[in-house]
C-alpha cells in the first residue's frame, strides 16, 4: 500500500536519494512500521511504499507528524507546516482528446495544465484532486497542434464529471474517455 506526501504546495530544495529517504523514514519509524521504498510522481509528491504486510499507509498515515518531521528536512523543507498526506487509492483515469497547444509541440508543465483544469472547469483545491498528468505522444510525430493526455484523479465522481460533460481546456471543449491500457 502507498501513502501519498503531497507537496504540490511547496517547493523542495534538495532531492534526496530514496534509499536516504527510506532508511531516515524506517530509523525514526523504530521497527514498529516499515517504509520498502519512496518514490515521486510527476506532479512532484513523494509516494512512500509501505511494507507490507506488516505496515500499511493507513498505519503510516497516523504517524504524519513523525514522517514530516523525519522527511522535510531531507528535503530542505523548512517553513511548511505538515502537508496533506493520503493513503493512494486507485485513480480514476480519463483520456482528454484533442487538447490543444498554446504553440505547436510546447507541452505544458503539469503544474500549468493543472492549473488549467481549475483555472477553467470551476475543480476547488484541484493541485489535491489530480493525481498524475500523462502527456500521450506518438513516436517519431512531427510538432502537433494538439495532443492526447491521461489524466489520474482521486475522486471517482471528478472522472465521472468529465467523462459526462468532457472538460474546457486552454480555450476548447475536448471530448472525454475512459482509459484503457494497453494489452
Known amino acids: 500500500t502507498r501513502l501519498i506526501v503531497d507537496l504540490s504546495g511547496c517547493h523542495p530544495t534538495k532531492k534526496p536519494h530514496p534509499a536516504s529517504l527510506c532508511n531516515a523514514l524506517n530509523d525514526a519509524l523504530g521497527g514498529r512500521l516499515a517504509v520498502s521504498a519512496v518514490s515521486t510522481t ?3 509528491n513523494l509516494i512512500l511504499h509501505a511494507s507490507a504486510p ?3 499507509a493507513q498505519a503510516l498515515a497516523a ?3 513523525l514522517v514530516w518531521s523525519t522527511i522535510s528536512p531531507l528535503l530542505g523543507i523548512t517553513d511548511l507546516a505538515e502537508p496533506p498526506m493520503y493513503p493512494a487509492d486507485p485513480w480514476h483515469k480519463v483520456v482528454f ?3 490543444p ?7 505544458p508543465s503539469d503544474r500549468d495544465f493543472i492549473r488549467e483544469v481549475a483555472k477553467r472547469n470551476q475543480l476547488p483545491g484541484t493541485q489535491y ?3 498524475n498528468v500523462r502527456f500521450l505522444l506518438e513516436r517519431d510525430k512531427a510538432p502537433r497542434e494538439e495532443v492526447t493526455v491521461r489524466v489520474d484523479f482521486i475522486e471517482q ?5 468529465f467523462l459526462r460533460d468532457g472538460i474546457f481546456l486552454f480555450g476548447s471543449h475536448c471530448r472525454a474517455t475512459r482509459y484503457k491500457p494497453r494489452s
Open 42 to 44: 510527476r506532479s512532484g
Open 54 to 56: 506488516a505496515c500499511s
Open 63 to 65: 504517524h504524519r507528524s
Open 97 to 99: 482528446h484533442r487538447v
Open 101 to 107: 497547444l498554446m504553440q505547436p509541440g510546447a507541452l
Open 129 to 131: 484532486r489530480i493525481g
Open 157 to 161: 465522481e471528478d472522472a465521472r464529471r
